[in-house]
């Protein structure tokens, strides 16, 4: 039975900068005419209140984008996310955080499609009353892992797949591999943006050694780290595995990571990287 809530950690550093990269690959994809398909495997519930009973819980958020989205100096790059979360918070006061399908739907265009997937029981009917109205959407309970198989690829051969599954269970980090490797066959020029979280170091070794093994070529790593590695328990930090990235995004990422972790992390611990782990 699956038991994680994204509502207790929506707003974190780790929605930071998993949603970061999702607005400049959407905005780059829109910058030719031609549509695309958003993929969204684990897509939970669409939007959460802030001031809600798992949100207020941790407190997150507050040390996420509580810290970074009314900041004056903030680089025109994150404009096209701010604007996502400006939508649902029109009175300037952060009562809700847009989750990747939010801010999907906020930067996708008209003739853009939009294919979502959630599993769990609570937060499916959430996600299909939120996209009941939009006709670009397709909102399924459904295994997001299968979706890479059964929707790709797309009509317009270009999209954005992203991949966040929760890593409740070990075999997750083996599942996405499996997951891209199938996808990839079916949609070599898709964009894939597979989130991760860095709970014990070796996990994402072994998971990026395996990824590597597969043949696939264009892979960027990005990562946020809030504290240094740690074999104790919690995330310390969080990374983001671009497959095709747009050409821009690695120096786009070079530009605000600095700023990102000077603000999100005010004791300067952790760090921030961008490698290309395979060339193109």
Do not use: C
Not at 6 to 21: E, Y
Not at 85 to 102: C, D, K, M, Q, V
Not at 186 to 209: E, N, S
């Amino acid at each position: 039975m699956l038991s994680y809530r994204h509502s207790f950690h929506a707003g974190n550093h780790a929605d930071v900068l998993k949603h970061t990269v999702q607005s400049l690959i959407i905005t780059a994809l829109k910058e030719k005419e031609k549509p695309f398909l958003y993929l969204d495997t684990h897509a939970g519930a669409g939007r959460y209140q802030l001031s809600g009973e798992h949100a207020e819980r941790t407190g997150e958020y507050l040390e996420g984008i509580g810290r970074i989205w009314q900041q004056p100096d903030a680089p025109a790059l994150l404009q096209p996310y701010f604007d996502a979360i400006h939508a649902l918070n029109r009175n300037g006061t952060l009562r809700y955080y847009p989750g990747s399908p939010l801010i999907a739907r906020h930067l996708l265009r008209p003739e853009d499609k939009i294919q979502l997937t959630e599993l769990h029981s609570s937060d499916y009917p959430l996600l299909r009353t939120e996209f009941s109205k939009d006709s670009r959407a397709r909102v399924e309970r459904a295994d997001g892992y299968q979706q890479l198989k059964a929707k790709l690829p797309p009509l317009s051969r270009r999209g954005l797949i992203l991949i966040d599954p929760p890593y409740e269970m070990k075999s997750d980090y083996q599942a996405v591999v499996k997951g891209i490797q199938e996808g990839h066959k079916r949609f070599g020029t898709g964009i894939y943006a597979l989130w991760y979280p860095v709970v014990l170091r070796q996990q994402i070794k072994h998971m990026l050694r395996e990824l590597e093994a597969t043949g696939i070529r264009n892979i960027l790593q990005i990562e946020l780290a809030v504290r240094p590695d740690s074999d104790q328990r919690g995330m310390t930090a969080s990374g983001m595995i671009v497959i095709n990235p747009p050409w821009k995004l690695a120096d786009q990422m070079n530009t605000l990571l600095p700023w990102l972790h000077q603000k999100l992390v005010p004791t300067g611990t952790g760090h921030f990287s961008v490698n290309q782990i395979v060339p193109e």
